[in-house]
C-alpha cells in the first residue's frame, strides 16, 4: 500500500490523526468526589470527564484523563482516598475496581474487578483498605497491596460513605439500612448502630473529626450535618452557595465539599465560612421562545 509524502507527515506530526482525539479538558463536567493530601494537593473526581482533577495552589489541571469507553480505568470514576503512604486511590463502578496511581501518575488495579459500585474508600493507619460497595451492599477489606478476592468486611444495605478512627472503628454510612444511617463497624468485624434512625435525606459522604464530631452532605437537603459524638445531629451549614453538595473529606481543619450541579469545590472552616476553592461556569439553560398564539377569527354562522 502506498502512501503520499503528506499523509505520512500528517500522521508524524499528528499523532491523533485518524482518532477520536478529545480537546483537552479545562473546566469541571461533574466533580462528584474529592480528597486532599497532606501538603494541601487536592484531587477531585470527576464523572463525566471522565478522570481526576489535580488541584494545586488554587489551580486546576487534569490529573488523568479517562475514556469514554466503558470498562476502561475510570471510565466511572466515583469515588477517592489517599492511602497511608500519601498514593492516590481511586473507586471505579465501570470496571468494578480500586485503583493505586503509580508514580508515573497511572492507576494500577488491587482486585480482578471484585468491587461493583465502590462508593466510597477508607485507608486503615497499617494501609489496609475498606471500600464500600453499593451494588453488593458489602464492605470490603484488602490489604494495602491489593487481592484477587477481598474479604467480605461487613454487611450494611445501601453503604455510601466510610470513614475511619484512630482506633481502626469504620463508620458507615448508608442511605437506608434497617439498623439506621450512620454504623460503627469495630475492627473484629462488630456493627453498632450510632444513629438509629434516617435523618438525613440523601446522604453521600462521612467525614470523622478526632473527637468524634462526623460531618455528612446531603444532597437533597443542600446541606451538610454535624453530627455529635453521642449521634446527635444539626444541619452545620445549608443552602446557597450550596446547591447540591456530594463529595466531602478533610483539609486539615477544613473541609472540602464537591458539589457537581454548581460544578464547585468548597473548602467549609470550622467557623461556616464557605469559601471557593476551584470552579468552572454553568451553561445557563437554553431559553425558549413561547409560540405565537394563532391569531383569533371570526366566527362565522
Known sequence: MKYSFALILLICVCP???QDAAPAATEFAYPLAVTAQADGIVYVADRNLPGIWKIENGQKSVYFQGSKKFRTPLNAVRCLAIDHQG??????SSTREVFRFDDAGQPQPLTKGWIGIPMAIAVAADGTIYTADLELHR?????????????????????RGLTIDAEGNLW???????????????PDGKIEPLIKDHPFNLPHNIVRMEDGTMFVTDNYE???WKISPDGKPEKFVSGAPLDRPVGLCRSGANLLIAD???????????????????????????????????PATEDKK
Open 222 to 224: 443542600h446541606a451538610v
Open 260 to 294: 457537581p450541579h454548581i460544578r464547585t469545590i468548597f473548602t467549609l472552616a470550622p467557623d461556616k465560612t464557605l469559601t471557593v476553592l476551584a470552579s468552572s461556569p454553568v451553561a445557563a439553560p437554553a431559553v425558549t421562545t413561547p409560540a405565537a398564539a394563532p
Open 16 to 18: 491523533a490523526f485518524g
Open 139 to 159: 464492605i470490603w477489606k484488602m490489604p494495602a497491596e491489593g487481592s484477587e478476592m477481598p474479604t467480605e468486611f461487613a454487611v450494611i444495605n445501601s453503604p
Open 172 to 186: 458507615v454510612l448508608s442511605t437506608s439500612s434497617k439498623d439506621g444511617q450512620i454504623q460503627k463497624v469495630t
Open 87 to 92: 498514593k492516590l486511590l481511586a473507586g471505579d
